[in-house]
Structure formats: C-alpha cells, structure tokens
C-alpha cells in the first residue's frame, strides 16, 4: 500500500489538548499519519482547548480560507487581577479586589463588547512587528504596542458569575467572533472596564466556521486509528466548506490545467467537482471569468 493509499487528503479536526503548541499537535499528526504536508487553519494558544483543523496534502491549500472563518469559544474570564499575558500562564502584575463588581454590571459593560468593536490584541500575541511575532519582541524585553484592529463578535453570552474567594469573580461566557478575535484582549478590557483587571484563566474553541467541537477528535483517538488520521476526505471537506460548482468533464479538464471557464455569477471561491464528485479547483470570478485559485487536482 502506497502512503497516498495510507494517507488521503484531507482535514483532520483535532480536539486539542491543553498544553501543546499548535506545532506541537501539527507535528503529531506528521508523525502518526507519515506524511509531511500537514498545516492547521489558525493556531490555538498551549492553554487553550478545542477545535484545531488541519489539512493534509492537497488540502493545504483549503487552510488559508478557513483561517478565516468565524470562530465560536467558552471561556472563564477572572476579574481582579491582571496578567502580563492576560491569561493565566503569565505573571500577574497587579491585584484590584473585584468583592464590589455585581453581575448587573458585568452584563452592562459586556454589551459594550459586541458587535464591531476595535480591539488592540495582547501583546504576547502572534501578530508580526517589523517582520518578528510580538511575542518574541516581548521576551526579549522589548516594549511593545500594538495597533487596534478591527473584529467583529456576534455573541457574547453570560452563562455563569463564581466567586472563588471574596476578591475574585469568575465569569463563564460563551462568544462567537470573527477571525482575528483576541478573547484574552476581552477579559483584559472587561476587567479595565470594570475598574478591577482581568484575564483568562481557560479557553475552549468549539467551532471553525461549520467544523465543531462535536467532530473533533482526540490525540488518542488519532493514534489508535494511524496512519488513517484525516476525518475528512478533500471532497467532502470542500463541500463543507465552500459553494459549489458542478463541471462538464470538458470543464475539469480546462480547470485542471490551470485554464479559465465562463463565469456563473457565484460569489467565489467556489469549489468546482467534476463529474466523478472529484474537487478539481477552488475558483473565483474576476474580470469576466471564472479563474482558479487553487488547483487541486492534477491535470491528465
């Protein structure tokens, strides 16, 4: 048996464990499935849990759209103390008793979270500065401020208030958001917001745009059934997650060379199949024609 045999393309959506990099479990999957072109659509912080989806082979290519799919979490937000990482893995900077915040006041300030709001990420986070992660920036004891940007959170629910010690509250929330979405950045300015500081002490994805929690597999799971980790088929994952085309099997053929097709007016990308139900290409339509962005299948 061949590895392509052992090994088609496909996701694999991961229910990742606390503890590990998103390298960590990518590195994983090379191993246990033997392949080598193996990438996730978004990281997850070592802390955090959930939903991880990765492509493997061809469908790489599918990880740059699906990184941009909305995102769906359950988080425990700590309110009255604040953390240089604005979770619970950094050293806490500063302690404010939050015995005096009420949960009509944790809700009222919440609204002021949802929406369209501009949201300055944590600065150990991954975004670039001057071409190196603010992360390493920050490591190396360099200041950083990092620009607001832009996100959109749809949902931001108030499922449970905790008071573990006198000084504390804990606060369990349910949100959905854009990609690019900090939920650290959130229970940073929450806490801000409510005069007391705050971070996250847990985080679980449960959604990556239509790949859920439900789905996903574990580790172990992945190990027992190896060198077969995908869970999903190229095919299948590309219906899953994009519109679709059918094709003449004159159409695949131009498509699979990299050559272009009338357009149909279908806001792209598109997936198009040929008649077999094989995925050819990820197309857009531009300039009066369907052109592809991603060929994935090969030409013949």
Known sequence: MTQREQVPDGLVVVAKPAGMTSHDVVARVRRLG????????GTLDPMATG???LGVGRATRLLGYLTGAGKEYSATIRLGQRTVTDDAEGELVATVPAGAVTEPAVRAELVGFTGEIAQVPSAVSAVKVQGRRAYQRVRDGEQVELAARTVVVSKLALLAVRRPTPELLDLDVELACSSGTYVRAIARDLGAALGVGGHLTALRRTAVGDFSLAEAVSLEQLEQRAP??????LAAAARRAFPVRELTAEQARVLAHGGFLDPI???GPYA???PAGRVVALVAERQGQARP???????G
Do not use: C, I, M, S
Not at 34 to 41: C, I
Not at 228 to 233: D, G, K, Q, R, Y
């Open 272 to 274: 198009a199949f040929d």
């Open 34 to 41: 033997r392949v080598k072109r193996v990438g996730h659509a």
């Open 51 to 53: 939903v991880l989806v």
């Open 265 to 267: 007016g279908q806001a």
């Open 293 to 299: 962005e991603a060929v994935l299948a090969p030409a």
């Open 228 to 233: 077969a980790v995908v869970t999903l088929p």
